[in-house]
C-alpha cells in the first residue's frame, strides 16, 4: 500500500512538471516577436541585395555589422531626392524631441527635435511606409508614424532602448498602444562632412559606432526571439559638432499601434 502511495506521488509530481513545463513554453510563444529573415541568426553571405516587392526597381545593399545580436545596414533603402522630400516636409513642424515618461516629456537626455508624420500623408511617406513593410513582412497597422528627426551640433540622444524596459515609469502605458516595439529602421537623411568627428550611432555594448550615410537604414531588433527585451541593443546618437544631421525612425510594435 505504501508503494503505491509512493508511486502515485511520484506520478503526480511528474506530471505537475509536465503540465508546468508546456505551459511556460506556450506563454513564452505568445510573447514571439517576428523578426526578418536578415535579422534572423543564421549563416551569414559574403553580401546580399534585396528588391522590396513594393518597389521593383530599387535594388538595396545589405551590408553586416554585428553577428549576434544582428545588426546590419541597409544602403539605398531611400533615394537622396526621398531624404530631402522628408526634411523638407517635416522641417517647418519641428519640436523638441521627447522621451516615454508617465506621458511624452522633454527630457534632458534627448536633446534633439522631432516631425511625427502623418501615416501617408504624401505619396513619397507612402512608398517608404509601404519599402518598410516589405523589408520587414510587417503589416502597416504594426507602424508608428515615421519620425524625423534633427540634430544640430552638440545635440545628442543618450544611450537608451528603443523598446520600453520592464518597471519604467510609463512603459505600461507605452505598451498600451501597441505592446513592445519590435524592429527599429533608422535611416540617415543626409551625409557629414568628411571633417566632422561627431553624430555617430552608437551602440556601447557592443563597441559598435555608425556614421551617417545619406539614404542608408540602421535596421536591429529589440527584443530576443522570445519576445523578451534585448539589453545588448543599447543605443545613442552622439552629437554633431559642427554639421546638422537628420534621420528618420521607423518603428514597428507587436501588437496595432493606437
Known amino acids: 500500500m505504501k508503494v503505491a502511495v509512493v508511486v502515485a506521488i511520484v506520478i503526480g509530481i511528474g506530471l505537475s512538471v509536465v503540465l508546468f513545463l508546456i505551459l ?21 553571405p559574403d553580401k546580399a ?12 545593399h545589405v551590408e553586416w555589422i554585428e553577428d549576434t545580436p544582428r545588426v546590419i545596414l541597409l544602403h539605398n533603402f531611400l533615394s537622396p531626392q526621398e ?26 537626455d534627448r536633446t534633439s527635435f522631432t516631425c511625427n508624420l502623418t501615416k501617408s500623408e504624401t ?3 507612402r512608398k517608404i511606409e509601404q519599402r518598410a513593410l516589405a523589408i520587414t513582412g ?5 507602424l508608428e508614424p515615421l ?31 501597441g505592446g ?21 550611432t552608437i551602440f556601447p555594448k557592443m563597441s559598435v559606432s555608425v556614421k551617417p550615410s545619406v539614404g542608408t537604414a540602421l535596421v536591429f531588433c529589440n527584443l530576443l526571439p522570445d519576445g523578451s527585451e534585448d539589453p545588448r541593443m543599447l543605443h545613442g546618437g ?16 507587436q501588437k496595432e499601434f493606437k
Request: aromatic share 10%.
Open 83 to 108: 531624404c530631402q522630400h522628408l526634411i523638407n516636409l517635416a522641417e517647418p513642424r519641428m519640436s523638441r524631441s521627447t522621451v516615454q515618461t508617465t506621458t511624452l516629456e522633454k527630457h534632458p
Open 24 to 44: 511556460t513554453r506556450n506563454a513564452g510563444a505568445s510573447r514571439n516577436t517576428k523578426i526578418p529573415p536578415l535579422l534572423q541568426y543564421h549563416k551569414l
Open 138 to 142: 510587417y503589416h502597416l497597422k504594426n
Open 238 to 253: 552622439q552629437p554633431p559638432t559642427k554639421s546638422t544631421k537628420y534621420g528618420l525612425n521607423i518603428w514597428f510594435r
Open 180 to 200: 513592445q516595439r519590435t524592429i527599429t529602421l533608422f535611416v540617415y537623411l543626409n551625409d557629414l562632412p568628411s571633417d566632422e568627428n561627431g553624430g555617430q
Open 147 to 177: 519620425q524625423v528627426v534633427r540634430y544640430s551640433p552638440e545635440q545628442f540622444y543618450k544611450p537608451h532602448y528603443d523598446y520600453f524596459p520592464t518597471g519604467r515609469t510609463g512603459t505600461p502605458e507605452a505598451l498600451r498602444r
Open 49 to 60: 541585395q534585396i528588391t522590396p516587392h513594393s518597389d521593383p526597381e530599387r535594388t538595396i
Open 123 to 125: 505619396d513619397t511617406v
